[in-house]
């Protein structure tokens, strides 16, 4: 779960990061009055979303006046932000954060993950950091250096960023060594601090901050909950997820049902070799009841540009295939639009749950393999694209 | 012989008397696994499914022999769980729980350093060595013994794979979910290291998917010895698209993660057979037997 930065800052300002003094405005007048709150020489007005890229976006802008914040914040609130991580639709801009313009010497990049090898907190530094950093870091990954923190002293990690030319790497150290509390009590994933600036007068600052949480270390951690909330999945994702199952939405018009993640990529591969357009992507969790199912498949039917449903299950551990053909049935049975269902289905209980197709008479057609099955989806969705 | 679990292997339950726990006990039990007793705090000194219940894994070991065991145990403690059955010096640990906690593995990575057991998961499917021992919740009604060995990050492929070998008569030494977590115990090189030295063995079937790195580990690993078995991948998440990605682009490529076709070339460089897709590792099978 991403959070935004004026979220991430808040979380890092209460170990002891430096941050700039800022706030947040939802709309053009809100930033002015908070930018005449903020003493400052100049001002930053920066888009709030889940993604990076901003800056090379137009997503952060710099301002001399609070008259001039107002224009900058005008310009960004209600419009979509289109950067390198946002995908082509970009993200809606829904507040901007005012902070006061920092003089800056020098740009560095840190970065807190887990080693997904040893689970040991890694710390990731580079002195290239800055807007172009994401770049420079793809061309030559050499820039960035890593350094296991388990157990680390402020000495030894002063004497890494040393080698990483950290100017003052003594009190670097120690805010990085504020960041791995924050990491390690909040169940952070991940912790960018890009950049992190060494000013004209000597200090460190964090003049971003990006934060991802663990979701499912959120049962101990209420306080940020509502943060958390806030997520970037649909509303019909919150809905399936909450009913046990994973569910994506994409843009094309073959409803997929599969039970298991494996299962789900492998499908969306076939029907994507084949011409065909997934309209989601779909992963049955083991949990999942009939019903459970059957909320999954209202949402992809809900979408008008379904022409076809294919179920594409192999039945086994909890999730055996009658459970999801009972899904389907009830699915079928309350819906307006009943469009054709291409079946295939594999292991426990596959016969069963073909009965259970067959006798509620749903639209079914059945196949034995997976490639018959995805040509003829391809075929009912119009053929290739 | 197959890998790390046999007939012989005497498994016990953490969790046992929960939803979960029971169903998939009894399943085991069915199949004739070597089940021989749960674990549950407190409830010590009594019975679940005819099985005797112990407060902990360590006096479960003592009283019963039992050297693996299966987690089935909610996320918030599934890590304490794995812990103490490692401290136990169990052979096997399969942990089966969904939605543990990232930072909970730091712990269990700890734990697991200098320790001989095999942890597999969290969130794995298991492991079985058809009718001999299933220790997870997979379907074993197209189980079959036979030469095929099979590492998988996904419960539901690795059932359709499973199935797809069988149904050409080509059984399975022994089938291994390493678990869809992106920390989780044993890897892929693991695997493929024990399917190695496996006399039952001699084809292995990998089957991978997008995000992380296992699949550039497992390439790694496989050029650099020789290996003598063929090795087919399957990789899935060709056409995925592309996770909407916070801060770096991929903070992950720091650890050397590849997209799908990344993972495919490395693999085939290192000459794995790569399935085209998921309907191919069945031919990929029989083009090597003739």
Known sequence: MDLQEFQSKELVAQYGVPVPQGMLARTAEQAEDMARKITAERYMVKAQIKAGGRGLAGGIKTAATPSLVFDAAKAMIGQSLVTQQTGTTGEPVEAVYVEAAIDIDKSFYVALALDPGTAHPLLLASSKGGVEFEQSAQIDPGIVQQFDLTGASASKVAKFLEGQDFPDAKTAAELVLKMARAFTQNDMTLLEINPLVHTTDGQWMALDAKVSLDGNAMFRHTELQDLAQADHMSEAEKIAYDNNINLVQLDGNIGVVVNGAGLGLATNDLLVDAGGRPANFMDIRTTATSFDIAKGVDLILSDPKVSCLFLNVHGGGMTVCDTVAEGVAFAYARADRKPAIVARLAGQNAEWGLRILKERRLPVEVFETMKEATARCVALAGGRR | ?290
């Open chain 2, 1 to 290: 012989m197959a890998i790390f679990v046999g007939k012989d292997t005497k498994v016990m339950v953490q969790g046992i008397t929960g939803r979960s726990g029971t169903f998939y006990t009894d399943q085991a039990l069915r199949y004739g696994s070597g089940f021989v007793a749960g674990v549950r705090p407190g409830k010590g000194g009594s019975t679940h499914l005819d099985l005797p219940i112990f407060d902990d894994v360590a006096t479960a070991k003592k009283k019963t022999g039992a050297n693996a065991s299966l987690i089935v145990v909610p996320a918030h403690r599934a890590a304490d769980a794995m812990i103490e059955a490692i401290e136990a010096e169990l052979d096997v640990v399969v942990c089966v729980t969904e939605r543990v906690p990232q930072h909970d593995m730091t712990k269990v990575k700890a734990a697991l350093e200098g320790s001989k057991t095999v942890l597999i998961g969290p969130n794995s499917q298991g492991i079985l060595t058809p009718d001999a021992c299933k220790i997870g919740v997979m379907p074993t009604k197209d189980a079959l013994p036979g030469p095929i060995g099979i590492v998988s990050r996904s419960a539901s492929l690795t059932s359709e794979i499973l199935a797809q070998t069988s149904a050409i008569s080509m059984g399975q030494s022994t089938t291994i979910g390493i678990g869809g977590d992106a920390i989780h115990g044993a890897g892929f090189v693991d695997c493929l290291k024990a399917f190695k030295d496996d006399d039952d063995t001699e084809i292995v079937v990998l089957i991978g998917e997008i995000g992380g790195r296992e699949e550039e580990d497992a390439a790694e690993y496989l050029a650099s010895v020789r290996y003598e078995k063929p090795v087919i991948a399957l990789i899935v998440g060709r056409h995925a698209p592309q996770e909407r990605r916070m801060g770096h682009a991929g903070t992950l490529s720091f650890f050397g993660a590849q997209d799908a076709v990344g993972k495919i070339a490395a693999l085939k460089a290192a000459g794995v057979h790569i399935a085209e897709d998921a309907e191919d590792v069945a031919h990929q099978i029989q083009q090597l037997k003739s």
